[in-house]
């Protein structure tokens, strides 16, 4: 099982002291985080992307290009890529490209983009964004796997005799996770390529969650992928911790409060209740994440959020640290504990090209 980061990449103000990094500091934060993730020992650091304030990630591939550099080991993704508002094409080679930067260690999770006025800054109608979705990702899929691609849609002119480049890393596209918060359309399209549904229920009671993922388990057995237990689940969270559980609410209180998306309705402790949210100590966290598997059933991938809404740098990183050093190997043991030995790990590159070499062996066989 995979355990990680996320960002929005908000620019936001700390409500305890009033100030609001600049830009600048926010991205080069952002490089900070995945650096840290990397030395304590987590497995992926993700970002989102976003065109609109007060969020700087426009352009994930630059920053993950970089993070790659100064990496070597983590698993560099999105937490989402606009299949909806970018030219497929433009995907495919951006996320080519970073894959052949980092050995392989990229992955994507596509998503629609919840934010309305963006959508008419690239010549889109949001009122089409399923439909943008499956068409773009058809279209992606296709600019990975052949070299000469003629193609025609309602959504971007025809290609006739295109090919990509560069072409994927060994020949294995990054693998896709889907996300999705509410679109059952979605979950749907990830079960039919057989690929990653990613569920960000961070705001979402598990009630809500539980649907979704198990709409995607059916299909994803439907289309003969696997059973349902073999399909590939991630989750999001969303975690405040210090050693005494009072001086997490303490200091965290505030920054909810006046959170534009958490603040503003029902009482802190109310709304943990509801939703993956955990403000306490390193124990809390493990205990309130344990049980998540009692509705997304064995899963794959489990990324936090550790620095949005106004965190300081300072503070995010001292969560990062409480993650690796004291509960992530907790994590790891406990979800491990009684896994069927048929659910699989997330995919990474080295294991889709090891898949990739078995198929092509076993097909030469039966040739033979």
């Known amino acids: 099982m995979q ?62 290009g970089h993070i790659a550099a100064r990496t070597e080991r983590i698993v560099l993704s999105t937490s989402t890529t606009l299949i909806t508002t970018n030219d497929p094409v433009k995907i495919a080679e951006d996320f080519a490209m970073l894959q052949h930067l980092a050995d392989g260690r ?103 969650t539980k649907k979704l993922i198990d709409l995607y388990r059916a299909r994803y057995a439907h289309y003969g992928h696997g059973t349902p237990e073999q399909a590939i689940v991630g989750l999001g969270g969303h975690v405040y911790m210090r050693p005494r559980s009072q001086d997490a609410v303490r200091e965290f209180r505030p920054l909810f409060d006046h959170s534009p998306v958490m603040g503003g309705g029902i009482p802190m402790e109310e709304y943990m209740e509801q939703t993956p949210l955990t403000v306490g100590t390193p124990e809390q966290v493990i205990e309130k994440t344990l049980t998540f598997r009692e509705y997304a059933g064995d899963y794959q991938r489990q990324l936090f959020m550790v620095d949005g809404g106004g965190v300081p740098l300072k503070t995010a990183l001292e969560q ?30 080295a294991s889709l090209l090891a898949a990739r070499d078995t198929d092509r062996a076993q097909t030469a066989d039966a040739m033979a």
């Open 3 to 64: 355990f990680g980061i996320f960002t929005v990449g908000d620019v936001a103000t700390d409500p305890t002291t009033g100030r609001t990094p600049t830009e600048h500091e926010r991205i080069k934060a952002m490089v900070a985080l995945a650096q840290k993730a990397e030395e304590v020992g987590l497995d992926v650091f993700a970002t989102g992307e976003h065109h609109n304030r007060p969020f700087v990630p426009s352009s994930p591939t630059t920053l993950l």
């Open 320 to 349: 990062i640290d409480m993650l690796g050093e004291q509960v992530v190997p907790v994590l790891r043991a406990e979800f491990a504990r009684n896994r069927p030995a048929d659910v699989p790990d997330a995919p990474t590159h």
């Open 106 to 208: 990229v992955d994507l999770m596509t998503g629609r983009g919840n934010t309305g006025p963006v959508y008419p800054w690239f010549g889109k109608d949001i009122r089409q964004g399923i439909d943008l979705a499956v068409e773009n990702y058809a279209l992606l899929r296709r600019l990975w796997r052949e070299d000469v691609v003629d193609w025609e849609g309602k959504f971007r002119t025809p290609l006739q005799g295109f090919t990509s480049t560069p072409r994927p890393l060994d020949d294995v596209p990054p693998f896709v996770w889907h996300g999705s918060i509410r679109s059952p359309e979605i979950a749907e399209q990830a079960a039919y390529y057989g690929d990653g549904f990613f569920h960000n229920n961070i705001f979402w009671p598990k009630e809500h």
